[in-house]
């Protein structure tokens, strides 16, 4: 179960990265990209990741 949890926190950090990524349009071929608002969601969803992470090394099982 632990590992569910690393990898689900994982994936969302790897999404907010992209979505930052696009926000500041360095990554292209969305309508994200270059869409400052998509910066900060993607910094949000990162932060949210990252006590995923915190978490998953915290809990048991």
Known sequence: M???RYLLALI?????????????????????TGQSQWLYIGIVTMLVGLLGLGWASRSRG
């Open 12 to 32: 969302v950090l790897a999404i907010g990265a992209l979505w930052s990524l696009q926000g500041l349009g360095v990554v292209g071929g969305s309508f994200m």
């Open 2 to 4: 632990r590992l569910f």
